[in-house]
């Protein structure tokens, strides 16, 4: 049993059953075939594991699933490939359009899941298509296929995803660093950069006020439970203030939640992915 505590940015989590790294498309369809549940993780920088653990089978990917290939206006990389690299790959070979991922600190698979974005853009904008596993076979979807919308898609644990193909656009590499160095910096300014955390804990509702504000303006600013605390700095983070459990990261949330619900009628819908037997209050 491993513990997955150390794989997610905010530090908490219990042991998976098993925990596999893959490094071909033979070896994760090998592991599909044993019959078990899957889950793949990334960096789990959006991600809150159960302490009690993940009664599955947990792939991590690398490899040649990690590897990033530049062909014209298109850049082939492997889900386990961090952002950054891919966005440094990118800018080595004039291509721009990847910028927004600058500071999404997750892999190509983990974006795709959720369709991660910032500052006006997002994976379904570049990306053609995704080389998707399951115990059944492996294939190209689109992104219709894989119903790409606001930080959502329709990908299910036991759907692994092997690789992305991106298309972006020529752009010199002087722009793209200044555009980088223009994103991190407004980045810092807003939110705690420096803390274990998850990225934002819920999706900004249909209201006048983004999640963080709403939460900010119920009082929650700097409120704690166990070792967890809601950031002073921005409202919509969940910091590891010591020693925190997921279930401290819990109380958090259901507190963010009844708190936006008596105050602005709101029902927030949590953005960060649950694995383990959690159950949201
Ligand atoms: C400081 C900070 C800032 C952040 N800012 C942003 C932001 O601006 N915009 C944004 O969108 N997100 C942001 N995030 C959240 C997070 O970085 C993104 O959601 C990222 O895309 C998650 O990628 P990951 O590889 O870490 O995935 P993980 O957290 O490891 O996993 C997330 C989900 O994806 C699934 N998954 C991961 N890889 C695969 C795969 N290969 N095949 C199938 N399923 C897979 C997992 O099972 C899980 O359900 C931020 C996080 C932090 C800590």
Known sequence: MTDLSRYTTLGTGGPARELARAASVAEVEELLRRGLPVATIGLGSNLLVADEGVDALVLKLGGALAAIEVDGDRVRAGA????????????????GGFEFACAIPGTIGGGIWMNGGAYGGDFAQVLVRALVATADGTGWLTPAELGLSYRHSNLEHGQVVLQAELRLEPRPPDEIKARVRELNARRKEAQPTNRRTFGSVFKNPEHELSAGRMLEACGLKGHRIGGAQISPKHANFIENAGGARTEDALALMAEARRRAREQYGVELVHEVELLGPIHVT
């Open 80 to 95: 386990g490939a961090a952002n950054a690299v891919v966005l440094h790959r990118a800018r080595a070979a004039g291509l």
